[in-house]
């Protein structure tokens, strides 16, 4: 297909692959674990190969953003000639997660191999080897359509803190926002629903995580000199913990459901239309689980992707060695987090914790409520906005076949981005949810790279259309 | 009043007094940690200075028991030179807690030091320290009495796990069954209510100890790739563990309470005529919670005496680290400890809890339940006993004044001592419930265990009485 002549890109795209191999393999190598203080400084070295390779790219502004309290993010704009031409920023991050257990390596994390059609190493496919993508993307539009700038003005922000939490995104936005104006956001880190399945990704839940700490008494004691006759905190927050869902797995704090929007019909379908073995799911996805479960009259992709939930992330309470220590614990912990939709607001749902802890502590326990950070907020896109449209379309040039939209359980600083630039904020990765991000063994399949860079390719195209342009951008999201 | 001529065993206790304290001080120094594999060779150095100070102290027949596979005990008989006279066993143990957390004691646990008229060291109080009054005893019986041989024949049996939960001691009765043989066992290892406050112990709870281990998928799995679609083990266990216990205390496996003998209308007397100052109780036994609970319609010490509880003992899954991660953990862990009063048998109780683990196993989620050992029986003698007026009496002669019947809530040897040898078994011990037992800075009050030695001469020299005698040996438990 690399000679087709209705598919340019495709082609500049295939010339272009070994660079673009290459120069992936070169960045995986650079460890830069944010969370990490000690590998700060590798954080560094990575904006600075990006923005390197950008200047090799010919885009004509490069900055590395380094002036705290952000670790580095790398910021790039490729102005169009034509002055109608839409901006499009592409948000994606260069930080990668830490490699524990790093012993389940087949190799080592930050040594990438190629091994068939894959490259395998820490960051690969989130989020190195999608921004990779995008810089090819733009070699490949201006190789196939000749230009020597893009059709749409492009600005790039790549942020070294997003498997942090993007804790400084919100102060980065607001002292650079001049720089970082726009008419639309395309958001990288996210995935196809599979190999055969291209999506175009919707939206993400947001989350909220918190930690509930129930005190006794001030020290452990020996449940042979008062077991039966003074509180035991585990005990109590067991009660807590088990009252957070009803029997059919529904989360019970007041009001919690209140501002969750339904999916329409259409999304449903849609959903439903793809492909899904429940037993491949179960042990990939699912960790090994036995079976599935959760709230009644929701698929399994669903329960995942439009609905909420609460999670019990931890728990530690007195002895948890070998043996037995038979005593009544001093205290006791849950670590709690929630996936939000829209429109739940993680400061609601943390006023709504707060309230159900205080019901559910019983005389004699004293309990201490923390949450890390505000959380993050979910964002959703209707599947019906002009930008999805195109994106969609673009999507489906590139892959030859009909794509769907989907969404993504996990969360991101997406309805950030959106709230704070004020534009429409859609997705276009081509990664898949069996890459072991966060995990030992990281890939990403090159191939599905190659066609999500021809699919960005096409879209800069086809946005540079003024009808196209402004259709996106107008419609409210 | 040492030289009370009513109480010649006093004047004799006092003039031993210093030899007691020099001889205590000294075994104290042998850290006989048996629970640590790193102090068998200590167990063992304790078990010989025991023997060499009964040889010392003119027992005529001294063994340390030490052909494994129990760690070394002692036992020594000292024949009566009345045929007629009965036979008692007294039974404690030399080996002792570990000291963790070592930095908080105040002097190096195995430098004992007085203090007031307290002497504080490990094993000051359990069990060195009580094992040691009996020796005590012994001297100041045949002092006071003139005797070369007791009143009655004594054996003293001292082993060397208890604290390890006894697991050897089945076998050590069964194989010196012959040696051990007596008409009432003299069991050492308890406690006075307050020190103005004289009790005769008549019962210990027995425990029974395990572990819940609920698993759902092989692997933790990020909340935003499955949180809301599989089981979570830990909200399934905490479910399970709210399960435990109603909303008022009572423990809800099936058949709990049907074996569970009430206390008499003159034992509830007993522990109501008690002094009791709960704000001194929380604050010690209590472990500083902040209030007393339990069942409903029994007192604090009834809740900790004769009523079987359940208590989780700790908690585990998922992360636990500092912050927190997203996840839904692959398994989540319960330790849980059931203390019990006679007449509930801990197979039962076992058999019950793995009923009540099946019942609230949901789809999707395995169980595992595992239990240390074979737990230990509850243990309770009637207050109208005849050996226990007879103790009852000789505690009066030496505390002067009132002495009632209490209960212990912790657990011990009794009932299998008891079963084995077939006889029944009083308590005579002279410590407190505020000795740090198992804790930092164990101590014991000197004046408390001379007035117990006093009590034990005097109750060889009452037992002697042939009719007290049989009357002590025939009636049933
Ligand atoms: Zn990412
Ligand atoms: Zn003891």
Known sequence: ?????????????????????????????????????AHHGDVRR????????????????????????????????????????????????????????????????????????????RGASDDKGQVAMHLLAVRAHLAATGRTSPSVTLKLFVEGEEESGSPHLRKLLEDHGNALGCDLVVFTDTSLHERDAPTVNTGQRGVLGGEIVFYGGTDDVHSGRAGGAIPNPATALAKLVAALHDDEGRVRLDGFYDDVREPTDREREDYASLPFDERVWLATSGGGAQATSGEPGYSTLER???????EVNGLLSGYTGPGLKTIVPASATAKISFRLVPDQ??????????????????????AEVTFRGTGVPPYAISPDHPANATVREAMELAFDRPVRFARAGGSGPAAVLQAL?????????????????????????????????????????????????KRVTDESV
Chains 1, 2 share one sequence.
């Open 345 to 366: 607001r993680p400061e609601k749902v943390e006023d709504q914790l707060r309230a159900f802890v205080a019901k559910h502590t019983p005389d004699g326990i004293r």
């Open 304 to 310: 995942i992707w439009v609905r909420p939930t609460a």
């Open 1 to 37: 297909m690399a000679g087709d002549s209705r598919h340019p890109e495709r082609a500049a795209v295939e010339a272009l692959t070994d660079s673009f191999v290459a120069g992936l393999l070169e960045w995986i190598r650079i460890p830069s674990i944010g969370v990490d203080p």
């Open 421 to 469: 630039l004020g534009v429409p904020l859609v997705y276009l990765g081509a990664t898949l949810p069996d890459d072991r991000v966060h995990a030992p063994n990281e890939r990403v399949v090159v191939p599905l790279l190659l066609k999500g860079a021809e699919a960005a390719a096409h879209l800069w195209r086809m946005l540079a259309g003024a009808g196209i342009a």
């Open 46 to 121: 990575s904006a600075d190969w990006l923005a390197g390779r950008l200047r090799e790219d010919g885009w004509p502004q490069v900055e590395v953003w380094d002036d705290g309290p952000a670790l580095p993010a790398v910021f790039a704009c490729w102005p169009s000639e034509d002055p109608q031409a839409p901006t499009v920023l592409v948000y994606g991050h260069h930080d990668v997660q830490p490699v524990d257990p790093v012993e389940r390596w087949h190799h080592p994390p930050f040594e990438p191999v190629t091994s068939g059609d894959e490259v395998l190493g």
